[in-house]
């Protein structure tokens, strides 16, 4: 029998801890209060996306953001009534409009989502909460930080759209060298700053994950987005007191000894260099 032990007190701790740093603010918008987004994809990080988002709830984080339709889905057929933000943007009207029925906050990262999304909203007559995503160099979703003009063009043609919030994501928050980091923030700042000029609402701004808000005090802006974070899986030196809050148990199934020379796996993928 396999399982995953959580120790839910370790994990408590972890949440404390997290909420505590955010109180230190750093930057933007008169020092207001950081918001803690708890990231839930990949199952919960493993840990079951369902009992690992009420737990997370239920210790003072409601805010959850996921990855997929599906699993935005399984958290509202689970009667989770936190808000939800799905962070990958989509153009398939079909996910949309099931995500915007579940009052699922979406994510707009290209003109064809955003037109989708203006579209659906008209038809079933809602305001439709979305958060801008900004690629400011990781190549995963969103409008990219030099088509500034083509973003402000599209979202001026909504009538249907209410802008929560912006963000952006960093590639390297975890390396040493924060070089890249820092011009990653620079693209972002710079887009945000020119939407505003040309009067487009960017709502809360987020740009940090987990590495990323431990490592960067004036990069917090208005929100965060914590995953590994809370389950002790740092990146990075944990000089934090994060605790590991799980661990696998099972059982050995057989020992085997095998000779020098011996092929193991599928196409003899390895040959023992000993016994």
Do not use: W
């Amino acid at each position: 029998m396999k399982s995953l032990v959580v120790n839910r007190e370790d994990l408590k701790h972890n949440i404390r801890v997290i909420k505590e740093i955010a109180k230190d603010t750093g930057r933007l918008d008169n020092h207001k209060n950081i918001e803690v987004i708890g990231v839930v994809k990949g199952n919960g990080y493993g840990l079951g996306i369902i009992p690992y988002s009420k737990f997370l709830i239920d210790n003072g984080i409601d805010f959850l953001a996921v990855s997929t339709v599906e699993e935005a889905l399984l958290l509202r057929e689970a009667k989770v009534q936190a808000r939800i933000l799905m962070l990958s943007s989509t153009a398939v009207e079909k996910d949309v409009e099931n995500l915007i029925q579940n009052d699922i906050i979406l994510t707009v990262g290209s003109k064809e989502s955003v037109e989708v999304v203006d579209k659906l909203g008209e038809k079933l007559n809602r305001k439709v909460k979305v958060h801008l995503k900004i690629d400011t160099g990781f190549g995963r979703y969103g409008f990219c930080y030099d088509e500034k003009d083509m973003i402000v063009e599209a979202l001026s043609k909504c009538k249907n759209i209410e802008i929560e919030g912006t963000f952006s994501h960093f590639t390297l928050a975890f390396f040493h060298n924060n070089k890249f980091s820092e011009t990653q923030f620079k693209r972002f700042i710079d887009v945000v700053e020119y939407l505003k000029e040309n009067k487009v609402d960017t709502g809360m701004l987020h740009i940090c994950n987990s590495s990323g808000f431990l490592k960067f005090k004036d990069k917090r802006l208005n929100a965060v987005r914590i995953g590994s974070a809370f389950l002790g899986r740092l990146s990075i030196p944990n000089i934090y007191g994060l605790k590991r809050v799980g661990y696998l148990k099972s059982q050995v199934a057989e020992i085997k000894n095998m000779k020098k020379g011996y092929n193991i796996g599928y196409s003899n993928a390895y040959t023992l260099r000993k016994d």
